[in-house]
């Protein structure tokens, strides 16, 4: 099993849509969870961190947590072409080590 | 304020040869950790260095590896003796503390013939 595993992809959403994007991880010491964007060529850049049961919500973005089913999700609602990227989901330890799931390819059409 | 950055942004080299792979992170970020991603898959952990020290290697494949940060800001990723499958995109992060958001560099792409 690996240690963090995403939703297999690709996903594919009509422009406007709600995408749902979905991580599940092993390891139940981890501390501190996120979400990153990456375009094509491009270096990982933070979407949402989440480091407590619940919701919590940044404009179009909202991340929850599950600490007791070991889940992690993102929600991206509106969705824009522009959101078309890989989205990585990342789990970390209690000294910041950040375990990466192998990313869901989501493409927004027009 | 600047970013991360790392140099070289890409690196071609033939099977056999040393490279070394520079990050300066952001500045007065103590934590600093460098990973390897290959195609169609997320970033791998090498290295966590907290200050000049080496924190947690675990993640280095083997002792072709070494990585440094002698001054506790720049850091060198030393590879010996590169194989085919050191290709990859090493990327470099910084924290200003350790389970804070680690911004990561633009990374180096680098090829072994």
């Known amino acids: 099993q690996k240690e963090v595993e995403q939703n297999s992809g690709p996903l594919s959403v009509p422009e406007g849509a709600i995408a749902s994007l979905n991580c599940t991880y092993s390891?139940?010491?981890?501390?501190?969870f996120f979400w990153y964007r990456q375009y094509s060529g491009k270096s990982p850049e933070l979407i949402m961190s989440?480091?407590?049961?619940g919701d919590k919500e940044d404009g179009r973005f909202t991340a929850q947590l599950n600490k007791a089913s070991q889940y992690v999700s993102l929600l991206i609602r509106d969705s824009q072409p522009s959101d078309s990227a890989t989205y990585l989901c990342?789990?970390?330890?209690?000294?910041?080590?950040?375990?990466f799931g192998q990313g869901t390819i989501l493409t927004v059409h027009p | 304020g600047a970013g991360v950055s790392q140099t070289p942004s890409n690196k071609v080299t033939e099977k056999g040869k040393y490279v070394e792979l520079r990050c300066d992170p952001i500045?007065?970020?103590?934590?600093l950790y460098w990973y390897r991603q290959s195609l169609g898959q997320g970033p791998e952990f090498l290295i966590y260095?907290?200050?000049?020290?080496?924190?947690?290697d675990s993640g280095l494949p083997n002792d072709r590896f070494f990585a440094v940060r002698p001054e506790g800001s720049v850091s060198t990723l030393k590879i010996q003796r590169t194989e085919r499958g050191d290709s990859a995109v090493y990327l470099c992060?910084?924290?200003?503390?350790?389970?804070?958001?680690?911004?990561f560099g633009p990374g180096t792409r680098l090829t072994v013939l």
């Open positions: 992060a910084s924290s200003p503390g350790t389970i804070d958001t680690q911004y």
């Open positions: 390891d139940r010491g981890s501390q501190s």
């Open positions: 989440i480091y407590s049961n």
């Open positions: 990342a789990v970390g330890t209690s000294y910041g080590k950040l375990t």
């Open positions: 500045s007065g970020h103590t934590a």
């Open positions: 260095f907290q200050g000049t020290g080496a924190a947690d």
